[in-house]
């Protein structure tokens, strides 16, 4: 837009980048699970507490995640859909290797994921690594400044809505389709030294077989990216376009919701390590296709982070910190209670609670 307003505005055109490659980073793609040692291992459940329809479980979180994971591959073998929505954590972190195999197995059937998870997806892709030290980086004006992330990502959604596209699909075709690829990194680079200072994949991403929204388009599933505006690194680019990030966003929205309308005859939410985002994607999309004639009967959540369960259906106490974070309230709580489904809550790290679920999964369906 041009503005015209009464305030000044930042001017986006005097921010200093600088080139990836001389970065460094706090994760690796060798720190990626291995799903194929995973399926072959010895499942060990978290002793941590788990929940079901709100009431602690007694014991390790074995019976809770078997009870998921053999609905998950009764979903799996009836033709139900399983959504996973996720934080940005369990792609960096190496966890998002379960939700790619999934994908590949046709049990995932959409995801979801914040503007955070595409930035750690795009790194990893291109060059392996992810995650700068903020401590280090934020005194000198550097934090969330890697040219490439920033310009690669906002020219991708730019031309993903000249499209008419959404964000996750124009992130998946700046993995997969070359000429969509090619036309972002000509649109980032104009302008540019012609040098070998930036990393310019022309001819693909080296390890696009990392990355979920790249395993998502191949296999036809839609990857949503929900975004907000000022709350991401590449909203501190020049190349930042707030309308095309809106609209793009917006499009996935009404993408997910659509597939929300899959769900009348039971099928599985998994929120992994969003507390605010995911929870409330999912209840203004269950109310939208309420509304319209596709009710989510038998709806079936499984949730998975790190803090206490403490919310209490019967109390909405404002003056409490739980009543502010809306996994707890809305996907492990009350949306199952009112569909009349089941809802899971597993706390713990991901590292501890994905992996036996991922092989239960796995010896329900008989692989190898």
Known sequence: M??????????????????????????????????????????????????????????????????LARYIAQCHRE???????????????????????????GVVTSFSTNVAGTIHAFELALTGASSESVRDALPKGDFGMAFETGAYLNCAVQAGCEMGIGFGEAMGRLYCDDAFRRRVIERAL?????????????????????????????KGIPACVHGSLGTDIIDQHPSYDGQAKGAASGADFLVFTQEMCKFTRGGVILNIGTAVMGPEVLLK?????????????GLWTGDFDVRPFTFDDDVRDESKAY?????????????PKVFGGVGFYFQGLHEQTLPPLYQLIARELGWR
């Open 323 to 335: 009543y502010y974070f809306r996994d707890q309230k809305s996907i492990a709580t009350r949306i």
């Open 285 to 297: 999309a269950v109310s939208m296709v309420t509304n319209v004639g596709f009710k989510p009967d």
């Open 2 to 67: 041009n503005y015209q307003g009464r305030h000044p505005i930042f001017d986006l055109s005097a921010v200093r980048t600088y080139p990836l490659k001389t970065r460094k980073n706090k994760v690796e793609l060798d720190g990626f699970v291995d799903c194929a040692r995973l399926r072959a291992g010895e499942v060990r459940c978290s002793a941590e507490p788990w929940f079901r329809n709100g009431q602690r479980s007694g014991g390790d979180q074995s019976a809770g995640l078997a009870e």
């Open 190 to 218: 104009r302008g540019r030294s012609a040098s070998g200072e930036y990393l310019k994949p022309v001819d693909g991403f080296p390890h696009a077989d990392s990355c979920v929204f790249a395993r998502a388009f191949r």
């Open 79 to 105: 033709g139900k859909p399983v959504a996973v929505l996720s934080g940005a954590h369990i792609i960096k972190n190496g966890q998002i290797a379960i939700v790619n195999d999934l994908i590949d197995r």
